[in-house]
């Protein structure tokens, strides 16, 4: 490759974070927005981001489910799944 195209390009990584910084990251952005509102209200703002984060774990297991077992027939040859 031309190194003039190449020095155009730039590599951006960014790895995963783990569960307990994106629990922290939500916590800081809800308790921030719930500063002015009650007590009661603020003291569930873990209560609400590990709920919150649960159902998308549970959420992504089951779409990435779906999807191999669609790739998995779909590969195989077994059944076609379009009408």
């Not at 939500?26 to 609400?48: D, K, M």
């Amino acid at each position: 490759m031309d190194p003039r195209f190449i020095s155009k390009l730039s590599i951006f990584n960014m790895s995963v974070p783990c569960d307990e910084t994106v629990k922290h990251i939500y916590r800081s952005i809800l308790a921030g927005h719930t500063g002015h509102f009650l007590e009661e209200i603020r003291t569930i703002v873990p209560v609400i981001v590990e709920a919150t984060l649960g159902l998308y774990k549970v959420r992504q297991s089951t779409v990435c489910s779906v999807i191999s077992v669609h790739l998995q027939l779909k590969y195989k040859g077994n059944v076609s799944l379009q009408k």
